[in-house]
């Protein structure tokens, strides 16, 4: 009796090692994993990291062991038990069993695992890289067997959809302030916002003629709230590029209000409406430029867009002292609605 009930315990903690460490390892975040293994240099953490960025060799020893705990321990047990007890108490005690290793060997180790998965997978993930490495020839046929099913290709650590969540999660839960969580979120508006959706409208920009001098530009130079200015040639869609309000001002007062709009002018950048707000950002950066012209798809200009246009995606929107006009894009809406009105033809 007493072999018996010592292969029937030992087959009970066997299954229920492999699926504790089974749930412990699933359990396990890959970025918690990372970041473990990034703040910690002790050894458990880089072979959990190992084991976590290829868990299927780990599981196909997992799954290697518990089969035969499970098939090769049932059939040591049977033929003990064969022998020991007699026909009616057989059954009986195969039912006990199977209920043994449903609760002890498979619910409540996965349980322990999955609630405990950090200490457990640490704990384990040594020992467990030593056993995956000592059955690699099992682990490589499996793979084989397998890999038609299941495919060779990597998936995503995460996605959009679920850092959103987790920053929800955190906003709830106090660990992320509002505002950051706020600012998180605008980040990813960066994919879906265009430049032409973020621009000031042509019916709104604020330009000057290049042929015209400094003193006949004067009153829209003073009145401009803008630090650049467009400078156009016979239409808007002719640009010759932008001006700095600082640099034309100073023209003015060390009296050079004889000279051109045009010598001041400086090279002007070319964006397309369709252009994504990150993209815009990446240009604005690399150019050290803070103003683009956008162009819509025959070439002509559909307004102007700013680094502050983009920023506001990000931080909501930005207003100094000087800006008595908030919102240039509900403006031109009203401008071009109020022509409209005026010149019903254009509508044609």
Not at 237 to 259: F, Q, Y
Not at 283 to 296: A, G, M, P
Request: contains cysteine; hydrophobic residues 45%; aromatic residues 4%.
């Amino acid at each position: 009796m007493l072999p018996l009930l010592t292969v029937t315990l030992l087959v009970i903690c066997g299954s229920a090692l492999c699926s504790c460490t089974e749930a412990a390892l699933l359990s396990m975040p890959i970025l918690k994993v990372r970041q473990l293994a990034q703040s910690s240099n002790r050894p458990a953490t880089k072979a959990l990291l190992a084991i976590r960025e290829r868990i299927n060799r780990p599981i196909a020893t997992l799954v290697i062991f518990n089969n035969l705990f499970n098939i090769l321990g049932s059939i040591v047990i049977g033929s003990l038990a064969a022998s020991v007890l007699n026909s009616a108490l057989l059954g009986v005690f195969s039912g006990v069993l199977t209920f043994l290793i449903i609760i002890f060997g498979e619910i409540l180790p996965k349980t322990i695992g999955e609630r405990n998965a950090e200490s457990i997978s640490l704990f384990i993930a040594i020992p467990l890289t030593w056993l995956t490495t000592l059955f690699t020839p099992a682990v490589w046929l499996l793979e084989k067997v397998t890999s038609p099913f299941v495919g060779s290709g990597t998936r995503p650590t995460t996605n959009e959809a679920e850092i959103q969540l987790l920053t929800s999660i955190g906003r709830e839960e106090g660990v992320i302030e509002d505002d950051e969580a706020e600012m998180i979120r605008r980040v990813f508006a960066l994919n879906d916002a265009t430049a032409g959706r973020l621009m000031t409208p042509r019916v709104a920009i604020t330009y000057l003629e290049g042929e015209l001098t400094l003193e006949e530009s004067k009153p829209e130079i003073v009145e401009s709230q803008h630090n650049r200015l467009l400078v156009i040639g016979d239409t808007i869609d002719d640009v010759l590029g932008i001006v700095l309000r600082h640099e034309l001002l100073a023209a003015l007062i060390e009296g050079k209000g004889d000279r051109t709009v045009a010598t001041f002018v400086r090279r002007a950048s070319f964006v397309p409406t369709s252009l994504r707000a990150d993209r815009l950002l990446r240009s604005f950066q690399s150019s050290r430029e803070h103003l683009s012209v956008v162009v819509d798809e025959y070439g002509g200009v559909a307004g102007v867009v700013t680094l502050e246009d983009v920023l506001e995606v990000i931080t909501g929107e930005i207003v100094d002292e000087t800006d008595y006009i908030i919102d240039m894009q509900e403006v031109a809406r009203r401008r071009r609605a109020r022509i409209l009105n005026e010149n019903p033809s254009l509508l044609d």
